[in-house]
């Protein structure tokens, strides 16, 4: 006949008591962590990313032109230092303080353009490789648009892969000399302010 140790029964008692006070903990602590993420998706602005209200008078609708100089930088553009690109025109007017235009340039955009509104420069790269797939230089940028990363570079010179016509691309061209004008403008946090 085998009798049981009374040592080994608490053995087993303290491990069952051990485990469902695991169980209960790691309970409590999922429970907290579930309503943690909710109330953090539930707060969460629909334009994470975006700077809304830095730059007053920004319009999303098409701002008024100016017809006899169509360089003229639009109204409803917003104030202060800052980048404006315009996706209707592809133009962009780098604006120093005071609303004075320190110049303005015409761009090719890539295929996937940033919704009008307010936003930084998030990041800056000296020289990479594009999306399409082209070296480039002074990249600068500001806006992701459905995982496509949106900003302003210079083509490399002579660089001569032809890009694929499919790819979605959020690179906005500029000549190098435009280039070389935006990466000493628009340094990381800078406005930039994207109208129609």
């Not at 969460?44 to 975006?50: Q, W």
């Not at 319009?59 to 209707?88: F, I, N, Q, W």
């Not at 940028?141 to 995982?147: D, L, Q, T």
Request: hydrophobic share 35%; proline share 8%; no cysteine.
């Amino acid at each position: 006949m085998i009798t049981a140790d009374p040592a080994d029964a608490e053995v087993v008692t303290v491990a069952g008591s051990s485990s469902g006070f695991v169980t209960g903990l790691m309970a409590a602590a999922l429970a907290t962590v579930g309503v943690l993420t909710f109330q953090a998706s539930a707060s969460v602005p629909p334009d994470l990313g975006r700077r809304s209200g830095d730059s007053p008078g920004v319009s999303t609708s098409k701002a008024p032109r100016d017809r006899e100089d169509p360089r003229a930088l639009p109204a409803g553009s917003g104030s202060g230092e800052r980048v404006v690109y315009s996706v209707d025109d592809d133009r962009v007017w780098l604006v120093e303080a005071g609303g004075k235009v320190r110049r303005t340039f015409r761009v090719a955009p890539g295929s996937v353009d940033p919704v009008p509104g307010p936003y930084v420069v998030g990041s800056r790269s000296s020289s990479v490789t594009g999306s399409d797939g082209l070296p480039v230089e002074h990249v600068v940028r500001f806006a992701e648009v459905e995982g496509v990363t949106v900003g302003f570079s210079a083509k490399v010179p002579g660089a001569t892969p032809q890009p694929d016509p499919t790819a979605r691309t959020g690179g906005i061209r500029e000549s190098r000399e435009d280039g070389e004008a935006m990466w000493e403008f628009a340094t990381i946090g800078r406005s930039v302010v994207v109208i129609r």
